[in-house]
């Protein structure tokens, strides 16, 4: 095993630490285990992008022929957003979904490393970073949303049933902070998925000479872009709170993995990480 | 004839809200409308009517079939079938009743454990029963006695020490449903004890201000001040409903002052901003169905019951304590209830005794000629009294003696009652009264 693959697994181990000792720390209340959850994250966090710059510095632009970074990149923005979310809502309570999918993604990176990619001649960084970038924070943010969107449901469904809130439900935040992290997801996330297919379909029309190829992703993102723009305008204009953006979130989210999982590795794409 | 204490009712446990609102009674007088009728049937009464529990406390004649007849008046009262109240209420007797209205004074029975609230009402229910005069001495020892259990729970448990109440539930329910109760208004619609409760408990959690709704402005502007708020007409309560996050409700309003139609509109104006109701009132102020609104959280009293039990948990302790204390009260009751029995008893035995003595001394006084010596009348006057009571002395202390062991002072009484054949005698039952007042004031 090689000193890199040793490094992959050490920070493998340390999200799925991060995935399991959260919730048991909320089930158990034990408040250390949700702080060990919290470090082991931050370590693992860390040791990710460090892995990130190493893997750079060693294979350069070659990197981005590899599938291996894309997932890892996308588990690293999900991390990063979540501390972002956390250091500005003040609530933990995302970790529950942030951990796990930054595991999943991780794990599937390592999955595909030896996947090459058939990335197009007329590279362009820029335009390529506007596409991939923005992409990957806006998919991050949708996530948050959903896992958002599935504990506000919950806690709502509680509440309007005047269920008896039982102790697991004490920890969960109020409905509100939920809302907002709703919020915070849909004014930053849509423009970001907006500039990010702008971008897609301009790098298109400037390599191949054609605005959309009726690629199955590009079909999906752009029905995906038309239910984010509901969203969007939606809650920014006449302003939707609550159950609604909650759902439309959760759809989304749905609607992201099908195009992540199915088209990603299942459909014949030239997004595909398939050879 | 032997009086007993009957305390029949029904409460949040025993009937829903839809039933305690059919059968409250907020304004009745036992005596004008003749529960209380001075033939030793029911000879004292008191009504406790508040949202969660409706309990008639009587004395009344041991014989009588007490729970139909307060059942029949009850029902009577409220216009309503007296079969509906069937399978809600309970009927304790002696004890039993005296246990059940030691726990709901000390907060034992409330909806909320230990909520001190209903003391207050307790206490003017007593008043009202005092006012009417239709309590009189077990009814007054026993609320006093009612008030200093309640008093000694208070002071000797943890079970009221912080504040269990339905205001408390309130404020714990908006924390899950407003991140920070410092950016959110509050809004009180009428006036009450409860509301005003609810108000301070969200003044002191951080909610920004209050404002107040009342039918008469005047007063929602006195308590308005009181919470350092603003009033408004209740004409604008639409326009308050746009302003504000948080509404407790709690007017007399017999039929429902918000509607779900009307929310719509409100929500839509707020741009969905959620709103949590709080229907404190019985009958409800705000139609049920505005729950079903999207961002409309609404908890009416029945609501809040289920939310606080979870809180219970931690006072069942403290809880099992208080019923200790109000089981001694209770026996320390029970026991001057029964001398109080006693008393009567030993005071008819000495009034026989002297009665006799005087009527022997008559005639011996007639046999000692027309001048009797002055000197000898009043030897012959002592003579007979220390005789009667000599004589008296041995069976009123053996029944003082048996009246201190559980449940036998009753019968021991009621045979030497039988034995010098007291209750032939007439004695008016006022003077029973009378000094009964002696004894318990003591």
């Known amino acids: 095993m090689t000193a890199s693959r040793l490094f992959e697994l050490i920070i493998a181990l340390l999200y799925l630490s991060g995935s399991v000792s959260y919730p048991l720390g909320l089930v158990l209340r034990r408040a250390f285990l949700k702080r060990l959850a919290a470090w082991t994250s931050a370590a693992a966090f860390g040791l990710h992008t460090v892995d990130l710059a190493l893997r750079s510095l060693e294979l350069g632009a070659a990197n981005l022929q590899h599938g291996q970074f894309y997932m890892s990149l996308m588990a690293w923005f999900f991390v990063l957003i979540f501390f972002v979310l956390w250091w500005r809502l003040k609530h933990d309570f995302l970790s529950m979904i942030t951990a796990p999918l930054a595991l999943i993604l991780f794990s599937s990176s390592l999955a595909v490393r030896t996947q090459v990619l058939a990335v197009p001649e007329q590279f362009s960084v820029l335009w390529f970073s506007l596409h991939v970038g923005t992409i990957f924070v806006s998919l991050a943010l949708i996530a948050m949303a959903f896992g958002a969107g599935v504990a506000y449901l919950h806690l709502e469904r509680l509440i309007k049933t005047k269920a008896k809130l039982p102790g697991f439900s004490k920890e969960l935040p109020s409905l509100e902070t939920f809302d907002r992290a709703n919020h915070w997801a849909v004014s930053i996330g849509f423009p970001l998925y907006t500039i990010s297919l702008l971008a897609g379909f301009l790098w298109a029309s400037f390599t191949w000479k054609k605005v959309i190829s009726w690629d199955p992703k590009e079909l999906i993102s752009i029905v995906t872009w038309i239910l984010f723009a509901l969203l969007f305008h939606q809650r920014m204009v006449l302003g939707w709170r609550g159950r609604k953006p909650a759902k439309t979130a959760i759809i989304l989210f749905i609607l992201c993995l099908v195009s992540l999982v199915g088209v990603n590795f299942l459909l014949p794409s030239h997004h595909s990480f398939r050879q | ?442």
Not at chain 2, 28 to 54: F, H
Not at chain 2, 336 to 346: E, K, V
């Open chain 2, 1 to 442: 004839m032997n009086q007993e204490i009957y305390l029949v009712g029904l409460n949040h446990k025993t009937a829903g809200v839809d039933i305690r609102e059919r059968f409250a009674l907020t304004d009745c007088d036992p005596a004008a409308t003749g529960l209380v009728i001075d033939n030793g049937v029911v000879s004292e009464a008191m009504i406790l009517s508040t949202c969660n529990r409706v309990e008639f406390l009587v004395v009344g004649s041991e014989e009588a079939d007490m729970r139909a007849k307060i059942l029949r008046f009850w029902a009577d009262q409220c216009g309503q079938p007296s079969g509906d109240l069937e399978g809600h209420t309970y009927c304790h007797v002696g004890d039993d009743a005296v246990n059940h209205l030691f726990t709901v004074a000390s907060s034992l029975d409330s909806m909320i454990l230990g909520e001190p609230q209903i003391l207050g009402q307790l206490k003017t229910a007593y008043r009202n029963a005092v006012e009417k005069g239709v309590a009189k001495v077990i009814v007054n020892r026993l609320l006093h006695k009612a008030f200093s259990t309640a008093k000694r729970v208070r002071t000797e448990t943890a079970i009221a020490s912080s504040a269990v109440s339905i205001s408390y539930a309130a404020v714990e329910l908006a924390r899950k449903i407003f991140n920070d109760l410092t950016n959110h208004r509050a809004l009180l619609i009428g006036a009450g004890e409860m509301a005003e409760l609810a108000a301070t408990h969200l003044l002191s959690s951080g909610v920004r201000d209050i404002t107040v709704v009342n039918r008469t402005l005047a007063k929602g502007e006195e308590l308005a001040r009181q919470f350092k708020g603003r009033a408004m007409p209740f004409e604008e309560l639409h326009q308050a409903l746009l302003e504000t996050d948080i509404v407790i409700s709690s007017t007399g309003s017999p039929t429902a002052i918000i509607r779900a139609k009307d929310m719509k509109d409100v929500l839509r104006k707020r741009r969905h901003k959620p709103i949590f109701f709080i229907d404190i009132a019985v009958p409800r102020d705000i139609d049920p169905d505005i729950n079903g609104l999207d961002n409309v959280y609404l908890y009416d009293i029945d609501d809040l019951k289920e939310v606080v039990e979870e809180n219970l948990a931690g006072r069942m302790q403290e809880a099992q304590k208080a019923r200790g204390i109000v089981a001694e009260e209770v026996t320390a009751f029970m026991r001057w209830r029964d001398g109080l029995a006693l008393q009567p008893t030993i005071v008819a035995l000495l009034d026989q005794g002297e009665c006799i003595a005087r009527k022997e001394l008559r005639k011996s006084i007639k046999q000692l000629g027309p001048n009797p010596d002055p000197q000898m009348v009043a030897i012959l006057e002592r003579l007979a009294k220390s005789l009667c009571h000599k004589i008296y002395h041995e069976p009123i202390s053996y029944l003082k003696r048996r009246s201190l062991e559980e449940g036998s002072a009753q019968r021991f009484i009621h045979n030497a009652r039988r034995m010098f054949n007291l209750d032939e005698e007439a004695i008016p039952e006022d003077a029973h009264l009378d000094r009964k007042v002696q004894t318990g004031s003591k």
